[in-house]
Nanobody
């Protein structure tokens, strides 16, 4: 019913920047929140940043001051601007959302397929 598609990953040198996007499509009544997670090889999944419909922002301490999450626009697309990237930011980044598809229904929590970010000199 709802699909998330990420884009914008790639390879960059330390200190560089990337902007990830997450586009939600399908039956959407209301987006309640969107978030970015990352999976580092050999480690657990980490919540990187999130934004709610009430404009509550959250950043992991490791990215605070370097990453910026934007609220979704009229096309239900949301962005994660990543600046001053470090090798330890290398991971698969996945978008996740809390979306209500019909008034009064329980929200769904879809995930995107993930996009690789590699920071290396």
């Amino acid at each position: 019913q709802v699909k998330l598609v990420e884009s914008g990953g790639g390879a960059v040198q330390p200190g560089g920047s990337l902007r990830l996007s997450c586009a939600a499509s399908g039956r959407i009544f209301r987006i309640n929140a969107m978030a970015w997670y990352r999976q580092i090889p050999g480690k657990g999944r980490e919540l990187v940043a999130s934004i709610t419909r009430n404009d509550r922002y959250m950043y992991a301490p490791s990215v605070s001051g370097r990453f910026a999450i934007s609220k979704w626009n009229v096309n239900n697309t949301q962005f994660l601007q990543m600046n001053d990237l470090k090798p330890e930011d290398t991971a698969i980044y996945s978008c996740q959302a809390d979306i209500t598809t019909m008034a009064g229904s329980a929200p769904l929590s879809p995930w995107g397929q993930g996009t690789q970010v590699t920071v290396s000199s």
